[in-house]
């Protein structure tokens, strides 16, 4: 007698089989898994009562192309009939999630769960699903079966043995849809690897193999019992016993990454959530690194069966370059594995991972310098943008991270490391700004701060500036422009005298003003000790600043408000003062000139390099 699912409507069954699971070939990680908790349970059973023995515990693919069959066979538990009434009658009704309720106070209960939802995902592939069982201990089998949405019958059967044959009638092929890829040894194969690679009982199947004849150059195939999961994966290992050899192994093969990582991380964690971690930092970002191409995230298990390919959630952006597994016996599980809730345990499974990779890479650069240099170039842009996203939520987690080269010896340092070598009088940290080292070694306003002792963080990726201004200071030290410290390397009577100058010059910039066009100002300086000019800027957008948002690819017109600085001490002060005098024209030709020169020690681009040219020309000529 054909019986109706326990269900509100037939309309949850087609939810269930054509809208929970996004990618159909899902459905034999279902059913193998649901293989796997029949073994665990009588696995469990039998180290409690010593009269139960497990023969040869496996699961068996037979993929049948005569009649498009493919039958999933497991030696475990078995089902009596009501558990098949109860287990399979009901949607979303789990024995292995009441087993492990019943139980859930005793130790070493090791099963997946969620029978009642996954095993419906074989639906999408099949016309009808039939299931022999007979459970451990019985001499009665039955088998039920269902075509879908109509219903399903339960009658009593014949099987040698305790255990469970899933069989699926495989639907037919359409223009759409392959299901005959699914009787394919190849296509079979790959799924077991992709997601029950870890399932720890042997997954088999008859597979055909070309053996040479004896005697003979000729091969013949041969069909042989192939084992095609790894059993134990390396992450459920004791880490002593692992070597690198392994561990390296392991991560080129699984994430097809040519070079050995630049360190791996390999720990367990215990408490509230429980869960493996198997972590590495490549030695290389992937070419599409920093493109949309990329999907960061970890690989996520539940006891070995793969639930996610990229959990999104499990890493900051910041550490998106880390690559690696989590596996996890307390995974809260919606209606299907795909799904995974964003619940508290996934939240704090996150946090923990978070924390372990942030104390590996202050080890990592206390510890090993020369190679977190290695990994900063790298992935130093990472680390930097993590802390500019989120207005600066995370800037304390990664501060300690962050190393720029400096003037001190070219080399790269930390904010501590710098404060450390401050003089106690200094109240800021400098910075220079420019696209390499050597140029912010050059830059005209750098001579002087260094000539007077104070060592300088040289910027020279497009971003830095803004890094830094997020920061706003580190330890209580604000950071300062090398363009902005007139104030602090100037005395009060010399301030006045470079007032006093300046004003005295109003007319001779305003001239200059005019016939650049382009400035917000022109006045003298004495923060430059050899350099007739250099830029400055005013307000909250610099220098660098322009030259990022110019870089990008939308159209904006942010401009800094830049100031033509002019050296009071240097000849080309005198020559300007004497041009006002004697030939204003030349004067405007001239300040086009420092204008120019201005511009190209910043980096940045010059409008009309011809006129440019003209003009230096003329000069020459004179």
């Not at 920093?290 to 995230?297: D, I, P």
């Not at 005295?504 to 006045?523: L, T």
Request: proline content about 2%.
């Amino acid at each position: 007698m054909k019986k109706q699912f326990k269900t509100e409507s037939k309309k949850l069954m087609e939810l269930m089989i054509n809208s929970i699971y996004t990618n159909k070939e899902i459905f034999l990680r279902e059913i193998v898994s649901n293989a796997s908790d029949a073994l665990d349970k009588l696995n469990y059973m039998s180290l409690t009562d010593t009269s139960i023995k497990m023969d040869n515990p496996s699961i068996e693919l037979l993929p049948d192309k005569e009649n498009r069959t493919l039958t999933i066979r497991d030696n475990g538990i078995g089902m009596n009939k009501e558990e098949l009434e109860n287990n399979l009658g009901t949607i979303a009704q789990s024995g292995s999630s009441l087993f492990k309720k019943e139980n859930e106070k005793k130790e070493n209960i090791d099963i997946i769960g969620q029978f009642g939802v996954g095993f419906y995902s074989a639906f999408m592939v099949s016309k009808e699903v039939t299931v022999i069982s007979k459970k451990y201990g019985s001499d009665e089998a039955y088998t039920w079966n269902s075509k879908g949405i109509d219903g399903y019958t339960i009658e009593k059967s014949e099987k040698e043995s305790y255990g469970t044959d899933v069989i699926l009638s495989l639907k037919e092929d359409t223009e759409e849809e392959n299901y005959s890829e699914y009787l394919e040894e190849y296509t079979l194969k790959h799924l077991i690897k992709k997601y029950s690679d870890y399932i720890t009982y042997k997954i088999k199947m008859n597979c055909v193999h070309n053996h040479k004849k004896e005697d003979s150059d000729e091969y013949e195939e041969v069909i042989e019992e192939d084992v095609l999961n790894s059993l134990t994966p390396i992450w459920k290992r004791e880490k002593s016993k692992i070597k690198d050899e392994e561990y390296n192994t392991f991560f080129q093969d699984k994430f097809n990454i040519y070079e050995n990582p630049t360190k791996i991380i390999h720990f367990n964690a215990e408490g509230l959530v429980n869960f493996t971690a198997l972590l590495f930092i490549p030695s290389q970002a992937p070419y599409n690194f920093y493109t949309k191409e990329y999907k960061k995230g970890l690989e996520l298990y539940s006891n070995g069966v793969l639930i996610m390919e990229n959990c999104e959630d499990l890493l900051p952006d910041y550490y998106g370059f880390v690559k690696g597994i989590i596996d996890s016996p307390d995974l809260s599980l919606n209606i299907s594995r795909e799904n995974l809730q964003q619940d508290h345990m996934l939240k704090k499974i996150a946090k923990s991972i978070e924390n372990k990779i942030n104390r590996e890479l202050n080890d990592f650069l206390k510890n090993d310098r020369e190679n977190y240099e290695k990994f900063f170039e790298n992935f130093g842009l990472q680390l930097k943008a993590g802390i500019c996203n989120n207005f600066g939520m995370d800037k304390d987690k990664l501060e300690d991270l962050i190393i720029f080269k400096s003037s001190n010896e070219k080399k790269y340092t930390t904010f501590s490391e710098y404060i450390e070598r401050m003089d106690e009088k200094q109240e800021k940290i400098y910075y220079a700004c420019a696209d390499t080292v050597e140029k912010a070694d050059m830059l005209p306003q750098t001579e002087i701060l260094k000539d007077k002792g104070y060592e300088i963080l040289y910027l020279t990726e497009y971003g830095d500036e803004i890094v830094l201004q997020t920061m706003m200071n580190y330890k209580e030290k604000p950071f300062a422009n090398v363009s902005d410290v007139a104030n602090d390397i100037t005395s009060e009577d010399e301030k006045k005298e470079l007032e006093k100058a300046n004003k005295d010059s109003k007319k001779i910039f305003n001239i200059m003003k005019e016939a650049i066009g382009e400035v917000k100002d022109v006045k003298f300086t004495n923060t430059l000790k050899n350099h007739p000019v250099c830029l400055s800027s005013e307000g909250e957008i610099s220098i660098q600043m322009e030259k990022l948002m110019k870089a990008m690819p939308t159209d904006n017109n942010v401009k800094a408000d830049i100031i033509l600085e002019i050296n009071k001490n240097h000849p080309i002060a005198s020559k300007i003062k004497k041009l006002y005098k004697e030939d204003k024209e030349e004067l405007k030709k001239l300040s086009k000139i420092l204008y120019a020169q201005g511009r190209l020690i910043e980096g940045l681009s010059i409008d009309n390099p011809t006129e440019l040219s003209n003009l230096i020309c003329d000069e020459l000529s004179k």
